[in-house]
Nanobody, 123 residues
Framework: QVQLVESGGGLVQAGGSLRLSCAAS????????MGWFRQAPGKEREFVAT????????RISDSVKGRFTISRDNAKNTVYLQMNSLKPEDTAVYYC????????????????WGQGTQVTVSS
C-alpha cells in the first residue's frame, strides 16, 4: 500500500555530515506527518524529529537539536534529515515513518515505516 524507502546512510567521521532521504510511494500523503526515529544496538527506539506534511510545524529531539534539521520536498514526496556535527553516539539505524493526521512523538502512533538505513559515526 504505502512504501517508505530511506537512503543516504553510511559511514562518516565525527564532526561530519550526512543527509538522509525518505521517499514515499503508493499514496499522496497530502495530510500525513512524517517522522524520523533511530535505534542503536541494545537501546530502545528513540524519537529524532517530526514534520507536518505542510511543513507548518517541526519538532526536534533535545539530543540532536541544533545539529539535525528535518525538511520535506512536496514535489518529490520526500522527507529529509540533515545531520551535521555528527557524534559517535548518533550511530544507529535510522527509520522513516508516516502518520495520518497530526504530529506524534511515539513510534506506535505512526502508521507506516521504512526499512531503515544505517548511520555509523567513527570517533
Amino acid at each position: 500500500q504505502v512504501q517508505l524507502v530511506e537512503s543516504g546512510g553510511g559511514l562518516v567521521q565525527a564532526g561530519g555530515s550526512l543527509r538522509l532521504s525518505c521517499a514515499a510511494s503508493g499514496r499522496t500523503f497530502s495530510s500525513y506527518a512524517m517522522g524520523w526515529f533511530r535505534q542503536a544496538p541494545g537501546k530502545e527506539r528513540e524519537f529524532v524529529a517530526t514534520i507536518s506534511w505542510n511543513s507548518a510545524t517541526t519538532r526536534i529531539s533535545d539530543s540532536v537539536k541544533g545539529r539535525f534539521t528535518i525538511s520535506r520536498d512536496n514535489a518529490k514526496n520526500t522527507v529529509y534529515l540533515q545531520m551535521n556535527s555528527l557524534k559517535p553516539e548518533d550511530t544507529a539505524v535510522y527509520y522513516c515513518a508516516a502518520r495520518r493526521s497530526g504530529l506524534a512523538y511515539l513510534g506506535r502512533e505512526y502508521d507506516y515505516w521504512g526499512q531503515g538505513t544505517q548511520v555509523t559515526v567513527s570517533s
